[in-house]
């Protein structure tokens, strides 16, 4: 019944939000060091909720609950931190690349459309110009901010199934 207790929705809020800020951060500076229209670099991107359900799961054990963490408890918890963390990330994700940061959008724009340009040249002009049309379509910020979420949605089971088997512990301790 850890889930009843003002302290499990605590951590899962402040994990939650402070986790999606942090994968926004991430999710932009990878934006901006990355010259290639891919990279490996954006797994980390979708990693970083791995990390910070774990390290919910673990505050709450370590720090309110006596050592003791169930399966269920580090499930909900760990689904709880998932859902406020894709939300302020798809809400960052948004607004920023919406309102006080458009340019760098656009300047990666500008690079894919670069190196769209110089595969697609043999193909003439109509097909160019219908391939970058898509690409502007796919690269907006409310698409941008679907496609995280929809990723990161989808990840979560999983990603609350196996921090809660990890995450989990029995007080080792007999009295």
């Known amino acids: ?19 999606g800020l942090l994968t926004f951060l991430l999710l932009f500076l990878v934006n901006l060091l990355v010259v290639k229209e891919y990279s490996y670099l954006y797994l980390f991107v979708y990693l970083a909720p791995l990390f910070f359900l774990w390290f919910s799961c673990l505050r709450l054990r370590n720090n309110y609950a006596q050592g003791v963490l169930s399966f269920g408890s580090g499930f909900r918890l760990s689904l709880l ?51 970058r049309q898509f690409l502007r379509e796919i690269m907006s910020p409310a698409y941008l ?13 999983v990603y609350a199934f196996l921090i809660a088997i990890f995450a989990r512990r029995k007080n080792r301790f007999l009295d």
């Open 1 to 19: 019944m850890l889930y009843k207790t003002w302290q499990f929705w605590l951590v899962g809020l402040f994990t939650g939000f402070f986790g």
């Open 81 to 131: 931190t998932g859902l406020i963390l894709v939300s302020v990330l798809s809400l960052a994700i948004y607004f920023v690349y919406t309102y006080l940061n458009n340019p760098t959008l656009e300047f990666r724009i500008n690079r894919i459309e670069t190196d769209l340009v110089s595969k697609e040249a043999a193909n003439g002009l109509q097909s160019i110009n219908s391939k």
């Open 145 to 157: 901010a679907i496609v995280h979420a929809i990723v990161n949605l989808s990840l979560l089971p």
